[in-house]
């Protein structure tokens, strides 16, 4: 037999880690909660050919290192973009490993009540960060995860190709509705994380609100060139848009007058909108994003 091992890659899922900040006992605690999933590729054809695992880092100290950098890594566990580039720096290290992706899913918690240790879950939206570290190079993608956005007006959708299936009616006044996922890829590393999180979310959320829109693509090129504009470090960014569909509902066999008012929210199926908007024409950073993360 001469079959060939191909890519392949190990590591723990979802290790949910909560930081608690409260080393100055006279300072308001802080927290952080992030779902971190380690993946690691290198020199492992010996586990996978001939059951020898010399080599194997295990997963269960891939998942005590998560948690221990949680503490050791101080300040940059802050940041979910810093944390995971602390713990890739720390992986490429061990000497098979000559590949380490990290992925975190960040929920966001916001102080109640302006309390100094209780926090309120803000289930609006997840934020995300994905870093990619070899032997001499680092890449960050930011992102984030069902941010849900609704314009009860200033969106049209006509002028369609028709073919003999389109029976779709076309539209000057509609509502539009999506849950925005989003990842950007930034150049370099020297980024004030949190500061380009919030400047790209306001970006994304303002320019819904503002432009007005021929299609959900027509929002997401606006969108995207948004976030262009307002953050120098992103390179590019990958949307996946929901188009959540709020159709009129006929009431006129009630002898009721329905002006965009009443409508019934589907929630599948549902049109998925797609684009990846770019700085200029040579950014490539395919390489930067998780090809197993399903958005
Ligand atoms: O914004 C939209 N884009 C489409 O491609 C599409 N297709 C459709 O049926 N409705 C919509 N809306």
Not at 107 to 112: A, I, L
Not at 210 to 219: E, I, K, P, R
């Amino acid at each position: 037999m001469s079959y060939v091992l191909g890519h392949n890659q190990y590591g723990k899922a979802e290790v949910h880690v909560v930081r608690v900040f409260r080393d100055d006992p006279k300072a308001p605690h802080d927290l952080v909660d992030y779902n971190v999933s380690v993946s690691l590729s290198g020199d492992f054809e010996d586990a996978h050919i001939h059951g020898d695992q010399s080599k194997v880092l295990t997963t269960d100290a891939c998942k005590n290192t998560v948690n221990s950098f949680a503490k050791e890594a101080g300040d940059a566990v802050r940041e979910p973009e810093s944390f995971a580039v602390a713990l890739a720096d720390h992986f490429i290290e061990v000497p098979q490993v000559n590949g380490a992706r990290i992925t975190v899913e960040a929920v966001p918690w916001t102080r109640s009540h302006d309390n100094a240790h209780a926090f309120v879950k803000n289930g609006d939206y997840v934020r995300t960060a994905t870093v990619t570290r070899t032997a001499d190079d680092t890449s960050v993608v930011s992102g984030l995860k069902d941010l849900t956005v609704l314009k009860t007006t200033d969106s049209e959708f006509h002028g369609f190709y028709q073919d003999k299936y389109t029976t779709l009616q076309p539209t000057n006044d509609r509502i539009m509705a999506t849950a925005v996922t989003a990842q950007w890829a930034h150049d370099g590393t020297d980024v004030d994380w949190g500061k380009a999180f919030d400047e790209v979310k306001d970006a994304i959320t303002g320019a819904f609100a503002a432009a007005y829109s021929y299609a959900l693509q027509h929002t997401l090129w606006e969108m995207g060139s948004a976030v262009l504009d307002a953050v120098p470090s992103v390179a590019e960014i990958r949307f996946s848009c929901p188009n959540k569909h709020h159709f009129v509902v006929d009431l006129s066999p009630f002898g009721v007058e329905n002006n965009c008012e009443v409508h019934h929210a589907a929630d599948r199926p549902y049109g998925l909108i797609e684009a990846t908007i770019k700085r200029n024409e040579d950014v490539d950073k395919s390489s930067a994003y998780d090809p197993g993360q399903a958005w």
